[in-house]
């Protein structure tokens, strides 16, 4: 036993080619308001629902001790999960298309931390993929 039990995830960093680009995705397409900004370590601080997500610039003071960054076929992350409420695919897949954004695949059931529900995945400026996810359907909801 551990003495500690994990309650969400707190934050992700990314490291980003273009800070500016990326940081207009996650606000326009996303909905993320800066929380803090730091220029001069190359790093933006997201508001992403109740959990944050900090974007290092791979050329800044921080994003140059992780190497060069990956080429755009190459990933050590496979995707991140979003869970947005509501999913109205209809109104999202319209939204998406407005802020020209590819979607990959048709809108799918998947498997998640509170049950199988509806999702949609989408793809940032870096190459990053990211799962938009509703909520759980009532027949799959885990126990909490």
Known sequence: MSGFSVKRLDHLVLRVRDIA???????QVLGCTVARDRPDLGLVHLR??????????LDGPLGVRGGAGLALDNHN?????????PFDETSLL???????V????????????????WSV???DPDGNVIEL??????STMEPT
């Open 133 to 138: 996810k509703g909520p759980a359907l009532p």
């Open 121 to 123: 995945y989408i793809r």
């Open 94 to 100: 319209a939204f998406l298309a407005q802020q020209q």
């Open 102 to 117: 590819e979607v990959l695949a048709p809108a799918s059931i998947n498997y998640g931390a509170e049950g199988e529900g």
């Open 21 to 27: 680009r990326s940081l207009q995705f996650y606000q």
């Open 48 to 57: 992403l629902g109740e959990s944050m997500l900090d974007l290092i610039s």
């Open 77 to 85: 992350l496979d995707h991140f999960c979003l869970r947005i409420d």
